[in-house]
Every structure is written in C-alpha cells, then in structure tokens.
Nanobody, 120 residues
Framework: QVQLVESGGGLVQPGGSLRLSCVASGSIFSIGAMGWYRQVPGKQRELVASITSIGGTNYADSVKGRFTISRDNAKNTVDLQMNSLKPEDTAVYYC??????????????WGQGTQVTVSS
C-alpha cells in the first residue's frame, strides 16, 4: 500500500514564506514525476509545480519566481518552498506522484491535502 503524506501548511501573513513537504511511503518500486497542486472551493484543482525524476521543473505562471519545487529521490520526498506569499495563494495544497509499486503496477497517487492560508 502506498501513501503520500503532506506537512507544513498553515497560516502566514502576506509576503511570508512556508515550506510544504511530502513523503511517499509503502511498497514503491520507482517514482516518476512528482508535483504540487492546489484547489480552492468551487474551482478545479490546478497544477502549481512539478518535477521529473531527473530534476526537470515546471511552474504555473502565477508562482514563477516565488515558489521552488525540489525532491530527494533517496527519501521519496518532494518539497515546495513558497516565498512572497499572496492572499490568492490560499488553497488546499495536494502532493501528487506517478509511481510504480513493488508489484510493478503504475498509478497516480495523491496526498490528503494541507491547508495554506495567506492572510493578515
């Protein structure tokens, strides 16, 4: 069984920083791309940033220059450093990974989500 568990959300003032972390655990053979998505009530979940297994990154235009995604393949973790946060960054943030289990079954996995609130 595979799990993605996020941590690091919370309340921060505009202009502040937060770091989100996600660890994948369980019977994992290999992990492909990992990413962070966010969702606000009434809207579709949107991609924030993604990173390939060899470190290639992609960012939503709205977060370029402010957010940085990174991963540690040895630890099966992916982090999102968020700087210069704005109220419009308020959302539930979800970790995502495409991975192959020990049984060589490929799947797309999601974490449970962590709330980020940017407010004064």
């Amino acid at each position: 069984q595979v799990q993605l568990v996020e941590s690091g959300g919370g309340l921060v003032q505009p202009g502040g920083s937060l770091r989100l972390s996600c660890v994948a655990s369980g019977s994992i053979f290999s992990i492909g791309a990992m990413g962070w998505y966010r969702q606000v009530p009434g809207k579709q979940r949107e991609l924030v940033a993604s990173i390939t297994s060899i470190g290639g990154t992609n960012y939503a235009d709205s977060v370029k220059g402010r957010f940085t995604i990174s991963r540690d393949n040895a630890k099966n973790t992916v982090d999102l450093q968020m700087n210069s946060l704005k109220p419009e960054d308020t959302a539930v943030y979800y970790c995502n990974a495409g991975l192959s289990t020990a049984a060589r079954v490929w799947g797309n996995y999601w974490g449970q989500g962590t709330q980020v609130t940017v407010s004064s």
